[in-house]
């Protein structure tokens, strides 16, 4: 996850206010020390910090908890919702119209690859997009841009050295395009040049929004050149990328507070489907451990399928075999890396690289099945020793790693059938499953 220290850190620090037998002034400070510490370590701006650790302490010390909360809750909420303030208040919505779209940031922020992933989004939501390439300055960066149009299917345009030239030409050629979006020139934004030219490339693009895309190893510089930014074009929302390689990141989504303007998006990973919209509430609730279910439903619809759907009621029905077995962790993929999937799941925590370890277990046992029959895969009963043998030859593994493939599928399908019926019909479970278009 990203921030995993920080969200490490809110956790403990949480996890020793619900165990006090009571909340008073000490243990008030103990926590707001914890919490500075653990925001300090994360780059976010110090007096962001104590702005955000005076309104924390004057709220749990000084307000009334609401009817049906115990003094304990009160800290918890205030805490949670003074998070949400600080990470962003407002959930990142974009408007799904015709528009175009400038991106501005640093040298070396992820604007190019943003621009993509945006382009993504929106035909995810139905709209046409195009991508400018209007970066001049860094060598092959127009070429970027249209390979990158070429990955993802979407008309392209970068030529000239001229940016705002090549803006209009763009908005001529695009006049069919819903949603146009234009990539540019990455320098600092004290750049008497790049702020020269900026300024000619809204004048001929005439921006319905204006993204700031900001790494989030910035660092403490991301206060200044944000400002600036903002002086420059006016931000109207804020990209941050690189929030999967990262310890840091609170210098970058405290950033929003400086421009004010709202983060909209936020880059998880290298892929152009690694890109989410940022929702603080859900953010504040996986970087505290509380999970979020919610973003884990919208990733199920997402990679729904008929597939899917059959294997995932064989299971609740009994009828569970391999084949259902190799369609789940076909869809687990297409989720993401599993240590995302697990950490949207309230109150699962897992020991430091077990994700890691069970992700690569389950690319072996996906190498496996690869080298089984259809006829194994749907009765896996079949399958005795010579065939196990067999199976490790084809697929490059020991015996012992297909063998604890089919423990793990007799352990699975078991648990399953011990749940099965009535108890599998009702709960968070079920909520899940029906997602899937499955009837409980």
């Known amino acids: 996850m990203v921030l995993d220290k920080l969200g490490a850190a809110l956790s403990e620090a949480l996890r020793k206010v619900t165990g006090k037998g009571f909340v008073d002034k000490s243990v008030v400070d103990e926590f707001i020390r914890d919490l500075q510490r653990a925001l300090l370590q994360a780059d976010v701006d110090v007096k962001l910090v104590f702005d955000l650790s005076s309104r924390i302490r004057e709220k749990v010390l000084n307000e009334k908890p609401s009817v049906g909360l115990t003094a304990k809750e009160h800290m918890v909420k205030t805490v949670y919702d003074e998070?949400?303030?600080?990470?962003?208040?407002?959930t990142g919505s974009v408007e799904l119209k015709r528009q175009k779209i400038l991106l501005v940031g640093l040298y070396g922020s992820g604007k190019s690859t943003s621009a993509a992933k945006l382009a993504r989004f929106f035909t995810k939501k139905g709209l046409k997009p195009a991508l400018v390439g209007c970066d001049t300055f860094r060598p092959a960066a127009q070429e970027q841009v249209l390979q990158l149009g070429r990955q993802i299917g979407v008309p392209s345009y970068a030529q000239g050295d001229d940016p705002a030239k090549t803006a209009a030409e763009a908005i001529k050629?695009?006049?069919?395009?819903?949603?146009?979006?234009?990539?540019?020139?990455?320098?600092?934004?004290?750049d008497a040049e790049l702020a020269e030219e900026l300024k000619n490339l809204r004048d001929a693009i005439k921006p319905d929004e204006v993204f700031l895309v900001i790494p989030a190893d910035i660092g403490q510089v991301a206060g200044k050149q944000s400002e600036e930014f903002a002086k420059l074009v006016g931000i109207t929302g804020v990209i941050v990328t690189k929030m999967d390689g990262t310890a840091k990141g609170g210098a970058a989504l405290s950033s929003c507070s400086i421009v004010n303007a709202p983060i909209k998006f936020?880059?998880?990973?290298?892929?152009?489907?690694?890109?989410?919209?940022?929702?603080?509430?859900r953010f504040v609730s996986r970087l505290i451990g509380y999970g979020d279910l919610q973003s884990?439903?919208?990733?199920?619809?997402?990679?729904?399928?008929?597939?899917?759907t059959k294997s995932a009621e064989n299971m609740m029905s009994g009828k569970y075999s391999?084949?259902?077995?190799y369609e789940q962790i076909e869809s687990i993929k297409k989720m993401g890396p599993l240590k995302q999937v697990m950490q949207?799941?309230?109150?699962?925590?897992l020991p430091d690289g077990m994700a890691d370890v069970q992700e690569k277990q389950m690319v072996k046992w996906k190498t496996a099945m690869?080298?089984?029959?259809?006829?194994?895969?749907?009765?896996?009963?079949?399958?005795e020793a010579s065939r196990i043998k067999r199976i490790a030859k084809g697929s490059g593994l020991k015996e012992d790693e297909v063998k604890e493939l089919m423990k793990h599928y007799d352990r699975t399908k078991k648990m399953m059938k011990i749940l099965g019926g009535k108890n599998l019909?009702?709960?968070?479970?079920?909520?899940?499953?029906?997602?899937?278009?499955?009837?409980?």
């Open 266 to 281: 936020i880059g998880v990973g290298e892929k152009v489907d690694e890109f989410e919209q940022y929702d603080p509430k």
């Open 296 to 308: 884990l439903i919208e990733k199920a619809e997402e990679i729904k399928s008929p597939e899917l």
């Open 425 to 440: 019909k009702r709960g968070g479970f079920a909520q899940l499953a029906r997602q899937f278009g499955m009837r409980m």
């Open 83 to 90: 998070l949400v303030n600080f990470l962003g208040r407002e």
């Open 370 to 383: 690869d080298s089984m029959t259809a006829k194994e895969k749907l009765s896996p009963e079949l399958i």
């Open 344 to 349: 949207m799941i309230p109150g699962l925590k």
């Open 173 to 190: 050629k695009f006049s069919d395009r819903e949603v146009i979006i234009f990539d540019s020139a990455g320098r600092n934004a004290l």
């Open 322 to 325: 391999l084949q259902d077995f």
